[in-house]
């Protein structure tokens, strides 16, 4: 039996982290780090995770190897080792903003990424790859066909509008789940797919609602807009996030499978606004407002199939992820060392 919600790897792993700087990437770098006896690579062209402070005492600390490089270059692999245990793939340019913004260049990058990644696997040894997918896949199933939620694995993927830009980050996402669940069956590597729900925490960047909702109270916005208030969404704590996809590499029996990893601690958007309010010590009005077009009114993931299979059990309630994470982008702000946009 494993021991319930710790992954049980043993030492001596050769472990790749591709896009291992950015938000998710250096959490799961930090817990190998501190609780693995495995050596080590971050590969990532820093265009979003930096080399900040964080970084560079992880990497020094630990003794990790950066790779610098993008991933939209084939050349780019020729700096790897030959042969990995485990890869992580974490790599995207990810965000509604990009999407909206600059689709072309999601579709361009995040498929020459993901392609790039396989083409390299078919000439290396690799035993296993974890990809990390998006809940964005199935919101146009629930929005479209009303499907259920708490939304399980097994869910129909469905893009509602393909011309619409926001959704290009879902299309590449869809590419990476096909792409990698079918090379490793022909190739003979492992592959397993996590699909993340609304991770945050310390060091996410500030294209996320967490981090814009600090700025926005810092300047005392008021009326304060609630944009999307009656929406929901189910919270997922980085630490908890780190240990369902570590648990999701690790365990025995999840090659070729799919899990969602969040919380099914599901609340409003018009909550998290007050509650991030409270602890800004605001006293301005609220406004409700309507939200991005695209943004699925209802999100939670059933996260039944990592509780069973992986023994995963998120910890962390969301006002006290919410405290932990509004404090630190208040000290990040404050500290004048601003790295990220
Ligand atoms: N954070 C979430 O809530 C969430 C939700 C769903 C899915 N995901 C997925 O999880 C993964 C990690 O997310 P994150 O929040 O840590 O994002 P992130 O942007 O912080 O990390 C992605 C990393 O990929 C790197 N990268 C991007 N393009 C690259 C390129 N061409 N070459 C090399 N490196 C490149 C970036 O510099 C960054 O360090 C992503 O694939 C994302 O799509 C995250």
Request: aromatic share 12%.
């Given at each position: ?17 591709l896009g ?51 991933f ?15 890869v992580y793939m974490l790599a995207s340019v990810v ?11 999601i579709i361009?990058i995040n498929t020459a990424l993901i392609f790039n990644t396989l083409e390299?696997i ?7 790859v974890l990809f990390t997918s998006t809940?964005e896949c ?19 993927l ?10 290009t980050y879902a299309v590449t996402k869809m590419l990476g789940e096909s792409g990698f669940l079918n090379y490793a ?6 592959a397993t797919i996590v699909r993340y ?61 799919i ?83």
């Open positions: 039996m494993q021991n319930q919600n710790t992954p049980s790897g043993v030492g001596g792993k050769n472990v790749l982290l291992g700087a950015g938000f998710i990437g250096y959490n799961i770098t930090k817990y190998l780090a501190e609780n693995r006896n495995y050596t080590l690579t971050i590969a990532d062209n820093f265009a979003r995770g930096k080399q900040d402070d964080y970084f560079k005492e992880l990497v020094e600390k630990h003794n990790i190897k950066v790779v610098a490089g993008d939209t270059d084939p050349a780019t692999f020729n700096q790897l080792d030959e042969a990995y245990d485990q965000g509604v903003d990009n999407a909206n913004s600059i689709p072309h260049e361009r390299w078919r000439r290396s040894k690799v035993g296993k809940s199935y919101a146009g199933t629930i929005e479209a066909f009303g499907y259920t939620t708490p939304t399980p694995e097994e869910v129909p469905c893009i509602q509008d393909i011309g619409h830009p926001r959704f069956r022909i190739l003979g590597f492992e729900h609304n991770v945050y925490g310390p060091r996410m960047g500030f294209k996320h609602v967490i981090p814009h909702l600090v700025v926005r109270y810092r300047k005392n916005e008021d009326p304060f807009k609630v944009y999307g208030h009656d929406q929901t969404r189910a919270f997922c704590y980085i630490d908890d996030a780190v240990m369902g996809t570590v648990l999701a590499m690790e365990q025995p029996g999840t090659n070729g499978e899990f969602h990893i969040g919380t099914q601690d599901e609340i409003s958007i018009g909550d998290l606004i007050h509650y991030a309010g409270e602890l800004m010590n605001y006293k301005g009005t609220f406004e409700n407002a309507p939200t991005y077009p695209g943004s699925v009114s209802r999100r939670c993931p059933d996260i039944t199939k990592a509780r069973t299979q992986l023994g995963f059990e998120p910890k962390v309630m969301w006002k006290e992820g919410l405290k932990i994470t509004v404090d630190w982008y208040n000290e990040y702000l404050e500290s004048g060392k601003l790295v990220y946009e």
